[in-house]
């Protein structure tokens, strides 16, 4: 059985992730991607769909005391245990990877003599597969079809009971070094890396890449946790940012609602792409804003509301019936088929997220332009349509308020950007009366004057946590009464035990097509946080604030939920999300927003295609030929 959520660690090497749990096994693992099929998924069954364990020999029952901490600023977790003769630390890491993924643990005396033992179970395919396993002096192979791996190690290895396992004794300042390798099975297994060195190295890099974050506030190490864990979830050779590293992990202990989320959302492209530029992550930022030009480029009429790490666009979900689910939650979904919804809010965050890069960076390609033409002409009708909204429910399309608020904002970033570059070509007076038009029916129809606030849907009672990002992309300011009434009747109807409900959930599946409860998703309780600051409800935001940075497990760590019942976190694990929306409201609380001043000097149009290298030597070197804005100066 697995462990809870918030006993795991993350670990990972920019091109996929792994979870180890407080006992010394890493329960999840997926070579050689994020979206590949894992390794070890006893997250999501038993021992017997694979897992690699290090720990005292005696088990719980011999362990006195356990301790873990990341490394400072690192994604090098360290893990002691004290046992009745003796202490002994595990220390593991994924070196970023510059060929093949390695993972690596080395097992290190403190104190006195520790008895250890080490199991590996490798289960390919998602737990299904079981390995043939070969064995030489330090070297065990495991091979099933296109995948092997190699497990490098010093100790004596034998098989037992379709395992590989190892008995050692470990002495104060003695080290074992265990070095796993994924490598396609048609090839001999890389040489193993020399863990001392792979584990500073790695330690190394974490180290500088956080110390260019920017926040100087009160909350700074929560913001650099929650940056390195949104690095962490980077798909390095893209951009791409995928949402957890996890599938099936479920909103509810025991519930159906469990969604595979090892890919990228566009939904979350403008709030991620801010919590970048605010921690000074302008590379970061800007690989991000590539991978979305290239992901949605194409017919925009088939737009996705999330694709591969790689920009794929076939996630076809099914489910892996053999392993019975975290804690029985059932069914474990591969893939995910809200792929293929109709969500209008996508063209808004797409919109949103160019122009926000744009400004950021002074440069507009004229490249780049065109497809967001494409976007806004789309909507010219589009908006029109009733969607699947924003949380991807499997039930009827309706017209959902904040997709409709969302579409606004794709059209009033396109009216902003042919203002701000007036060279650029764009029909903009017939799109600032588009603008106004969608907004004067949101405010008829999206807003109950009878509830007091704007609601889930049109003709709606219902509300729907979603409706709190009105005044964040500024379809109505703070002050508006309208918006000051939503807000308080979000706090009366969807706080349950102090955070917030997307929305609520009803037995007979009426409002999502799903049955069953969920628990509070945390970046709707982050988006009440900056509600109360921008209303000037100061203390209470801080207040919220606090009480979810304490639902973090012991190393800063957040999932998707928070289930205020059972008192645990729920959900897919770590979420880029929730880490997204406590770095901006962070921001927001210390009253240093970087985004709240915009540079109004340079703006250029970049004749040549966009990506971050293109802007950064335009900018710098003027090789590229750019127009500049009527007026500007350097």
């Known amino acids: 059985m697995s462990q809870r959520i918030e006993d795991y660690a993350v670990i990972g090497d920019l091109h996929s992730a792994a979870l180890v749990g407080i006992d010394g096994s890493i329960d999840w693992l997926c070579l050689p991607h994020f979206d590949s099929a894992s390794c070890f998924a006893r997250l999501l069954g038993t021992e017997d769909h694979g897992f690699w364990r290090i720990a005292p020999a005696g088990g719980p029952s011999e362990i006195l005391a356990t301790r873990r901490w990341y490394r400072p600023d690192t994604l090098v977790v360290e893990t002691e245990y004290d046992t009745p003769s003796g202490t002994v630390r595990v220390t593991d890491c994924m070196p970023v990877r510059e060929g093949h993924p390695h993972l690596v643990r080395s097992v290190e005396g403190v104190s006195g003599t520790v008895d250890m033992r080490m199991e590996l179970a490798v289960r390919f395919d998602y737990g299904e597969v079981v390995p043939w396993v070969t064995s030489s ?128 959302w566009l939904r979350d492209a403008t709030l991620t792409l801010e919590s970048l530029m605010r921690g000074s992550y302008h590379t970061e930022a800007l690989a991000w804003r590539d991978w979305l030009l290239r992901a949605v480029a194409g017919d925009v009429s088939k737009l996705q509301i999330m694709y591969g790490p790689g920009g794929e666009r076939r996630l076809d979900e099914w489910e892996a019936d053999w392993l019975p689910g975290y804690e029985g939650s059932v069914p474990v979904r591969i893939g995910n088929a809200a792929s293929d919804q109709y969500q209008l809010d996508v063209y808004g965050e797409v919109m949103s997220a160019l122009y926000s890069s744009a400004r950021a960076e002074g440069a507009q390609s004229r490249a780049a332009w065109g497809l967001q033409k494409q976007l806004v002409e789309f909507l010219e009708k589009g908006w029109t349509e009733p969607d699947d909204g924003i949380w991807e429910v499997r039930g009827p399309r309706r017209h959902f308020t904040h997709s409709k608020v969302m579409a606004w904002v794709a059209v009033d970033r396109a009216v902003r950007t042919l203002e701000e570059w007036p060279d650029l070509d764009g029909p903009l007076d017939s799109w600032r009366k588009l603008r106004d038009d969608i907004f004067s029916e949101v405010c008829a129809k999206g807003y109950n004057k009878d509830v007091g606030a704007f609601t889930q849907y049109y003709g709606s009672d219902q509300l729907d946590a979603s409706v709190l990002m009105i005044p964040l992309v500024g379809f109505l300011p703070p002050g508006d009464p309208r918006v000051v009434s939503t807000i308080e009747a979000v706090q009366r109807e969807l706080v349950d035990h102090g955070f917030v409900l997307r929305y609520r959930t009803s037995d007979d599946g009426a409002v999502d097509g799903l049955t069953g409860r969920e628990g509070a998703f945390l970046a709707c309780s982050f988006w009440l946080v900056d509600c109360l600051s921008m209303i000037g409800r100061t203390e209470e935001a801080e207040e919220l604030f606090e009480r979810l940075l304490a639902l973090r497990n012991d190393l800063g760590l957040l999932s998707e939920e928070y289930d205020p019942l059972a008192g645990r976190l729920v959900g897919n694990f770590p979420q880029a999300f929730s880490h997204v929306s406590l770095i901006n409201s962070a921001f927001r609380l210390s009253g240093k927003d970087p985004l709240s001043v915009v540079d109004e000097g340079s703006r250029v149009i970049v004749d040549t295609p966009l990506t971050s290298a293109t802007v950064g030597k335009t900018k710098r070197s003027g090789r590229s030929t750019v127009r500049r804005r009527r007026g500007a100066s350097r």
């Open 137 to 264: 002096d330090g070297l065990t192979r495991l091979t099933a079809g296109p995948d092997s791996v190699a497990l490098w190690h010093r100790v004596e290895a034998v098989g037992q009971d379709m395992r590989t396992v190892a008995d050692f004794t470990v002495t104060a300042n003695q080290r074992f070094p265990f070095t796993l390798v994924w490598y396609p099975s048609n090839e001999e297994p890389p040489p193993p890396l020399d863990s001392y060195y792979a584990v500073h190295l790695t330690e190394a890099y974490w180290s500088e890449w956080a110390s260019q974050c920017g926040y100087e506030g009160p909350y700074r190490d929560a913001v650099v946790r929650s940056l390195i864990t949104l690095k962490a979830l980077t798909y390095n050779p893209t951009g791409g940012i995928v949402a957890a590293a996890t599938t099936s992990l479920p909103e509810a202990l025991g519930g159906n609602r469990n969604w595979d989320y090892r890919f990228c």
